[in-house]
């Protein structure tokens, strides 16, 4: 069997969705665990975003994360355009439906609009790389300021952060985009799982668990900053 | 349970042939006794039209006791009606009250085009079937069936995945069609098995190519498979396909 030919039957094709699902979910393992480091200022009030810089300095600095990042975008451009053509392609398999539809007899409604969800997201993704990504690493000289800390200057990106968490609407987006995270990888978490043929009972238990944990704490944490920027309890000051 | 008889109102999508459209047709019928089979009804129905002069309700059917996977009604909205692990053939009117309506549909997917009325062609099962769900054995006297030692646990969950009937209902209720449900189920059930063992790789390979050539639809984990099968096969047979066919793809020597 040829690599295309693996790849590009019905189950390849839930491969690729999987494992690149299951990328993205390491993704956002760090991701969050970076963009905690702004609570430190919860603890020590003269943080002023002090770690979380040092953090997005070190995620900017290296060639070996910004090389890791030209494959973040690659896994995500792929779950993305995968994910439309199976959706396509799986819609075009009945052409008459249903009079009656079966609604959410035998499954959550969740679990049936993972493209719904999944497209939520990534409108939330486009607006968040306009605020963060596209400021932070191209056109940086001129909307990031500098901070140095023991001489050593870097990117304030915490200031701006700050800035774009003032507007209440941009914080009520960021919790919509949360929201549709949770969902999506309430289902997709084990799912992926699930694909790449995890079916033993304690693995699966496992993963149906851990899922479930993850698809609230993660979508939570990354939640409660701009909220936390917004109602003044994480500041610059 | 009280026997009681009731009216109802039957929304049954009629179709002459494949080539011709089809709508819904409206009956009523009267005194319908609670302990009748849903088919029963249907045959009580049929025989009136038949003595009016007219084309009877087209439907498979064959053994009406839930075992031979004919029977397939998409009933309000759900594959073989109401009650869970269960056939149309074995859905019976106590399920229903006075004055219900219930629209009866056809199995919908394009690869199981309607030939008439009720009746769907199902052959796709039939060739996923034919290019991998055999295994070889020995000609002259069959081998005594104990010769085999076979793990207790491994030959129960052969047998559940056995219990598959090819009815249908998993891919009438996925809403990407998919026949992921019942391709699992053929799959494990001789993956399980040491007689599954010289064909284990190109079996499920094979099949795989042959359900993409029929053209239904890739699984989600929806689960609505699973909740309308009549014979409760788990989506865990779907974990253990794709890891089949993970294997297989990925260590094939061809």
């Given at each position: 069997?040829k690599?295309?030919?693996?790849?590009?039957?019905?189950?390849?094709?839930?491969?690729v969705m999987?494992?690149?699902?299951?990328?993205l979910?390491s993704?956002?393992?760090?991701?969050?665990?970076?963009?905690?480091?702004?609570?430190?200022?919860?603890?020590?009030?003269?943080?002023?975003?002090?770690m979380?810089?040092?953090?997005?300095?070190?995620?900017?600095?290296?060639?070996?994360i910004?090389?890791?990042?030209?494959?973040?975008?690659?896994?995500i451009?792929?779950?993305?355009?995968?994910?439309y053509?199976?959706?396509?392609?799986?819609?075009?398999r009945?052409?008459?439906?249903?009079?009656?539809?079966m609604?959410?007899?035998?499954?959550?409604?969740?679990?049936?609009?993972?493209?719904l969800l999944?497209?939520?997201?990534?409108?939330?993704l486009?607006?968040?790389?306009?605020?963060?990504?596209?400021?932070?690493?191209?056109?940086?000289?001129?909307?990031?300021?500098?901070?140095?800390?023991?001489?050593?200057a870097?990117?304030?990106?915490?200031?701006?952060?700050?800035e774009?968490?003032q507007n209440?609407?941009v914080v009520?987006?960021?919790?919509?985009?949360?929201f549709?995270l949770?969902w999506?990888?309430?289902?997709?978490?084990?799912?992926?799982?699930?694909?790449?043929?995890?079916?033993?009972?304690?693995w699966?238990?496992?993963?149906?668990?851990?899922g479930?944990?993850?698809?609230?704490?993660v979508?939570?944490?990354?939640?409660?900053?701009?909220?936390?920027?917004?109602?003044?309890?994480?500041?610059n000051s | 349970?009280?026997?009681?008889?009731?009216?109802?109102?039957?929304?049954?999508?009629?179709?002459?042939?494949s080539k011709?459209k089809?709508?819904?047709?409206?009956y009523?019928v009267?005194d319908?006794?609670?302990?009748?089979?849903?088919?029963?009804?249907?045959d009580?129905?049929n025989?009136?039209?038949?003595?009016?002069?007219k084309?009877?309700?087209?439907?498979d059917?064959?053994?009406r006791e839930?075992?031979?996977?004919?029977?397939?009604?998409?009933?309000?909205?759900?594959p073989h009606?109401?009650?869970?692990?269960n056939?149309?053939?074995q859905?019976?009117?106590?399920?229903?009250?006075d004055?219900?309506?219930?629209?009866?549909?056809?199995?919908?997917a394009?690869s199981?085009?309607?030939?008439?009325?009720?009746?769907?062609?199902r052959?796709?099962?039939?060739?996923?079937?034919?290019?991998?769900?055999?295994?070889?054995?020995?000609?002259?006297?069959?081998?005594?069936?104990?010769?085999?030692?076979?793990e207790?646990?491994?030959?129960?969950?052969?047998?559940?995945?056995?219990a598959?009937?090819?009815?249908?209902?998993?891919v009438?209720?996925?809403?990407?069609?998919?026949?992921?449900l019942f391709?699992?189920a053929?799959?494990?059930?001789?993956?399980?098995?040491?007689?599954?063992?010289?064909e284990?790789?190109?079996?499920?390979?094979?099949?795989?190519?042959?359900?993409?050539k029929e053209?239904?639809?890739?699984?989600?984990?929806?689960?609505?498979?699973?909740?309308v099968?009549?014979?409760e096969i788990?989506?865990?047979?779907?974990s253990?396909?794709?890891k089949?066919?993970?294997?297989?793809?990925?260590?094939?020597?061809?």
């Open positions: 069997m690599w295309s030919e693996f790849f590009t039957s019905s189950v390849g094709k839930k491969f999987a494992f690149t699902g299951l990328f979910i993704f956002l393992i760090v991701h969050v665990g970076i963009n905690a480091c702004i609570f430190a200022d919860m603890v020590d009030p003269d943080d002023n975003g002090e979380f810089n040092k953090a997005a300095h070190f995620m900017g600095a290296s060639y070996v910004r090389l890791m990042e030209i494959g973040l975008f690659a896994g451009i792929l779950h993305i355009v995968q994910g053509m199976l959706e396509a392609q799986n819609r075009s009945r052409k008459e439906g249903y009079a009656v539809s609604g959410s007899k035998g499954s959550a409604w969740y679990k049936k609009s993972m493209g999944g497209t939520l997201i990534l409108l939330f486009i607006v968040h790389i306009a605020h963060f990504w596209v400021p932070s690493r191209i056109t940086y000289e001129t909307t990031l300021s500098e901070v140095s800390y023991n001489g050593n870097m990117h304030d990106v915490f200031s701006k952060m700050v774009v968490f209440g609407y009520i987006l960021y919790i919509l985009g949360c549709s949770a999506h990888l309430l289902h997709g978490f084990q799912s992926s799982f699930r694909t790449v043929g995890v079916h033993n009972k304690k699966l238990a496992l993963v149906q668990s851990v479930i944990g993850f698809s609230i704490i979508p939570l944490i990354f939640a409660l900053m701009p909220i936390s920027i917004f109602f003044g309890w994480v500041t | 349970m009280e026997h009681y008889t009731m009216n109802l109102t039957l929304k049954v999508w009629r179709q002459k042939s011709e089809g709508s819904f047709e409206t009523k009267s319908i006794s609670s302990e009748m089979s849903f088919l029963e009804m249907i009580v129905l025989e009136r039209l038949i003595n009016e002069g084309e009877p309700i087209a439907f059917h064959d053994c839930g075992i031979c996977g004919a029977c397939s009604m998409y009933i309000n909205g759900r009606g109401p009650w869970t692990a056939t149309t053939c859905l019976h009117m106590r399920a229903y009250k004055g219900d309506t219930i629209v009866v549909e056809p199995w919908r394009n199981f085009p309607v030939i008439k009325d009720l009746v769907v062609d052959g796709a099962f039939d060739r996923i079937i034919a290019a991998g769900g055999f295994i070889s054995a020995n000609t002259g006297n069959a081998v005594d069936a104990n010769a085999t030692p076979i207790k646990d491994k030959a129960d969950a052969a047998f559940a995945a056995a598959c009937i090819g009815c249908g209902a998993c009438a209720a996925c809403k990407n069609s998919s026949a992921m391709l699992s053929k799959v494990s059930h001789l993956a399980l098995l040491p007689q599954g063992g010289p284990r790789k190109s079996r499920v390979l094979n099949m795989v190519q042959q359900m993409d053209g239904f639809g890739a699984c989600t984990f929806t689960e609505a498979c699973e909740a099968c009549p014979k788990s989506v865990t047979n779907i253990r396909l794709n089949e066919y993970l294997i297989a793809g990925l260590t094939e020597e061809k």
